[in-house]
């Protein structure tokens, strides 16, 4: 639970566009010292330079793909040397589409699952053995969505990495609760759709996922993308995200739903788990999904 | 699915536990058996005895962390029997160790076959189900481990958690799209006397590197645990009339220890009331 923010250090993933780049510029104007990782290097300088106008105590740009765990790695070490300790994580590159499991091709599925869960695990792996060593007021704030809580269709993939998240970080409270170690503190961010860019996730596809599936020359994939950029573009604004989240630092919470609306789905999911029912995509509408 | 005799089977992680008493109750109920496992000459016992309850049997030695060995799995079983009738997605690891301790080595091997192998099975598996039509199922075993949270196991929840969210997405997937012949099943068992705690016996080459964590008195503590847990869990008995009950009955949520759904019950209340999720409270919603 950090209080004080002023000089301290914040790591902030995807910090190029959409969440990160809000976090950034909140985490800049109460005169935090940031490091800013992000895959898109012209979006990075900007928000590098955005940053410090707005009050930044320093900045400094990390370009980098973070599905790579030496990334992840070189990111936290950076800040380290840079700044001399690491207060806030906030663990916030992804990527988002949907698509069916028989159709979509398994490259998306490898790329997705690298970004959206295994980087957050390097990120707290790394970053948690030094918030311990300093003992001083830490968090970290996982960005999964409400698709890591609630299941719906056509995104098997990414609620599979979303609800990874959220189990990963639930465990991980427990173990530091049972360690006794009180001075990392862990949110879930859990928004909806909101305006980000999350729809120009292909801008940033790193080559090593790039593939010439005849998938992508499809009109299910065409319609996936404008399904995409529909949802995405309809969102919730995005003005309250960076107030939620940092009210959430201060503030000692855990679960942040943005839409707590979408609460409403995952009482349905765990009503079905509870009393053993097939999940029905009707009675998911039923309550205005 | 109702009628299994001279059905396909297709069992992953066939040579042990959960996967081997399948895989004879498959036998015995006259289907063929397509069956998968990265320990060789357990998986041949398992075929030859199958066969000698009358089935044929067909082995598959490979490392199903690997996409390609899933999906030369499944050809083969349709290049040995024609159809795919049950995908029993079951090959899987646990380890128990904390997100901030564990080497990144052991979490990529953990998401590759707990999380990418089911992944790709059903990839795989489910265009020949749409086009042959008939009554097929798939089930996919997670765990209670999938839909509740405890400590010391943060890798291991993020990939049966994540299994789970995808059947279910699948699921919506099919009902949306009208495909009523593939039912699917979410196995979601607590600890059982299986031989889960022996599988760092069989870790893939490429994933074996050596790391100063494997030599801690904390991944000796670990694996300890994991061996009691296992070791004085419910007798595997339990295993085949709850599958093969929901794989007849189209079951989806499959949970074996009642202790499973008081832990989700705390889970849902935590989220729904936005509470910090709470060891002292989980426990003591256990007692």
Same mark, same amino acid.
């Given at each position: 639970?950090?209080?004080?923010?002023?000089?301290?250090?914040?790591?902030?993933?995807?910090?190029?566009?959409?969440?990160?780049?809000?976090?950034?510029?909140?985490?800049?104007?109460?005169?935090?010292?940031?490091?800013?990782?992000?895959?898109?290097?012209?979006?990075?300088?900007?928000? @590098?330079?955005?940053?410090?106008?707005?009050?930044?105590?320093?900045?400094?740009?990390?370009?980098?793909?973070?599905?790579?765990?030496?990334?992840?790695?070189?990111?936290?070490?950076?800040?380290?040397?840079?700044?001399?300790?690491? %207060?806030?994580?906030?663990?916030?590159?992804?990527?988002?589409?949907?698509?069916?499991?028989?159709? @979509?091709?398994?490259?998306?599925?490898?790329?997705?699952?690298?970004?959206?869960?295994?980087?957050?695990?390097?990120?707290?792996?790394?970053?948690?053995?030094?918030?311990?060593? #300093?003992?001083?007021?830490?968090?970290?704030?996982?960005?999964? $969505?409400?698709?890591?809580?609630?299941?719906?269709?056509?995104?098997?993939?990414?609620?599979?990495?979303?609800?990874?998240?959220?189990?990963?970080?639930?465990?991980?409270? +427990? %173990?530091?609760?049972?360690?006794?170690?009180?001075?990392?503190?862990?949110?879930?961010? /859990?928004?909806?759709?909101? #305006?980000?860019?999350?729809?120009?996730?292909?801008?940033?596809?790193?080559?090593?996922?790039?593939?010439?599936?005849?998938?992508?020359?499809? &009109?299910?994939?065409?319609? $996936?993308?404008?399904?995409?950029?529909?949802?995405?573009?309809?969102?919730?604004?995005?003005?309250?995200?960076?107030?939620?989240?940092? &009210?959430?630092?201060?503030?000692?919470?855990?679960?942040?739903?943005?839409?707590?609306?979408?609460?409403?789905?995952?009482?349905?999911?765990?009503?079905?788990?509870?009393?053993?029912?097939?999940?029905?995509?009707?009675?998911?509408?039923?309550? &205005?999904? | 699915?109702?009628?299994?005799?001279?059905?396909?089977?297709?069992?992953?992680?066939?040579?042990?536990?959960?996967?081997?008493?399948?895989?004879?109750?498959?036998?015995?109920?006259?289907?063929?058996?397509?069956?998968?496992?990265?320990?060789?000459?357990?998986?041949?016992?398992?075929?030859?005895?199958?066969?000698?309850?009358?089935?044929?049997?067909?082995?598959?030695?490979?490392?199903?962390?690997?996409?390609?060995?899933?999906?030369?799995?499944?050809?083969?079983?349709?290049?040995? +029997?024609?159809?795919?009738?049950?995908?029993?997605?079951?090959?899987?690891?646990?380890?128990?160790?904390?997100?901030?301790?564990?080497?990144?080595?052991?979490? &990529?091997?953990?998401? %590759?076959?707990?999380?990418?192998?089911?992944?790709?099975?059903?990839?795989?598996?489910?265009?020949?189900?749409?086009?042959?039509?008939?009554?097929?199922?798939?089930?996919?075993?997670?765990?209670?481990?999938?839909?509740?949270?405890?400590?010391?196991?943060?890798?291991?929840?993020?990939?049966?958690?994540? @299994?789970?969210?995808?059947?279910?997405?699948?699921?919506?997937?099919?009902?949306?799209?009208?495909?009523?012949?593939?039912?699917?099943?979410?196995?979601?068992?607590?600890?059982? #006397?299986?031989?889960?705690?022996?599988?760092?016996?069989?870790?893939?080459?490429?994933?074996?590197?050596?790391?100063?964590?494997?030599?801690?008195?904390?991944?000796?503590? %670990?694996?300890?645990? /994991?061996?009691?847990?296992?070791?004085?869990?419910?007798?595997?008995?339990?295993?085949?009339?709850?599958?093969?009950?929901?794989?007849?009955?189209?079951?989806?949520?499959?949970?074996?220890?009642?202790?499973?759904?008081?832990?989700?019950?705390?889970?849902?209340?935590?989220?729904?009331?936005?509470?910090?999720?709470?060891?002292?409270?989980?426990? $003591?919603?256990?007692?």
């Amino acid at each position: 639970m950090i209080k004080e923010f002023r000089g301290k250090t914040a790591v902030i993933t995807g910090a190029g566009n959409g969440f990160g780049a809000e976090l950034a510029r909140e985490a800049a104007r109460r005169g935090m010292k940031l490091l800013l990782a992000d895959i898109d290097g012209p979006a990075l300088q900007a928000m @590098v330079a955005e940053t410090r106008k707005l009050g930044a105590q320093e900045v400094a740009g990390f370009e980098a793909d973070l599905s790579l765990y030496e990334n992840v790695r070189d990111m936290i070490a950076k800040a380290v040397s840079l700044y001399g300790t690491l %207060d806030l994580l906030i663990n916030n590159a992804g990527i988002g589409f949907d698509g069916t499991i028989w159709e @979509v091709p398994l490259n998306d599925a490898d790329w997705m699952i690298d970004i959206n869960l295994k980087a957050m695990l390097w990120g707290m792996r790394e970053a948690i053995p030094i918030m311990m060593k #300093q003992g001083t007021p830490c968090h970290i704030v996982n960005v999964s $969505s409400s698709s890591g809580v609630i299941t719906t269709k056509g995104m098997w993939v990414y609620h599979a990495t979303k609800h990874g998240v959220v189990a990963a970080t639930e465990s991980t409270v +427990y %173990d530091l609760q049972l360690r006794g170690v009180s001075n990392i503190r862990f949110s879930l961010l /859990l928004p909806g759709f909101v #305006q980000t860019d999350l729809n120009h996730y292909n801008r940033h596809r790193p080559e090593r996922y790039q593939s010439d599936d005849p998938f992508y020359a499809s &009109d299910t994939y065409r319609a $996936s993308q404008a399904y995409l950029d529909e949802v995405i573009t309809h969102g919730a604004p995005i003005d309250n995200i960076a107030p939620l989240v940092f &009210d959430a630092i201060e503030n000692d919470k855990f679960y942040v739903f943005p839409q707590p609306e979408l609460l409403a789905v995952a009482k349905i999911r765990f009503e079905d788990i509870l009393q053993n029912r097939y999940p029905n995509i009707l009675r998911l509408r039923g309550d &205005d999904v | 699915m109702k009628e299994f005799k001279g059905k396909t089977a297709v069992i992953t992680g066939a040579a042990h536990g959960f996967g081997a008493v399948l895989a004879l109750e498959a036998a015995r109920r006259g289907m063929k058996l397509l069956l998968a496992d990265i320990d060789a000459p357990a998986l041949d016992a398992v075929a030859a005895e199958a066969r000698a309850l009358g089935a044929e049997a067909t082995a598959f030695a490979a490392d199903l962390s690997l996409y390609e060995n899933v999906h030369e799995m499944i050809a083969r079983a349709v290049a040995t +029997y024609g159809t795919v009738d049950l995908l029993i997605n079951n090959a899987g690891i646990a380890f128990r160790g904390k997100v901030w301790a564990v080497p990144p080595t052991d979490v &990529d091997w953990m998401i %590759d076959i707990n999380l990418k192998a089911m992944l790709w099975g059903m990839h795989e598996a489910m265009p020949i189900m749409m086009a042959q039509g008939t009554p097929c199922h798939i089930v996919n075993v997670s765990s209670g481990a999938g839909i509740t949270t405890a400590r010391g196991m943060a890798a291991y929840h993020a990939t049966k958690h994540a @299994v789970v969210a995808a059947t279910e997405s699948t699921a919506y997937d099919l009902e949306e799209q009208g495909i009523t012949n593939i039912g699917l099943t979410l196995f979601l068992p607590g600890y059982i #006397q299986t031989d889960l705690h022996h599988c760092e016996q069989r870790r893939p080459a490429r994933y074996r590197q050596d790391m100063p964590y494997h030599r801690t008195g904390t991944w000796r503590a %670990d694996q300890a645990q /994991l061996e009691a847990d296992i070791t004085g869990g419910l007798p595997i008995d339990v295993v085949v009339p709850a599958v093969f009950g929901a794989i007849e009955n189209d079951q989806f949520y499959v949970v074996t220890h009642p202790e499973t759904l008081k832990i989700v019950a705390v889970r849902a209340e935590d989220m729904i009331e936005g509470r910090t999720p709470s060891i002292a409270r989980l426990r $003591s919603a256990l007692t």
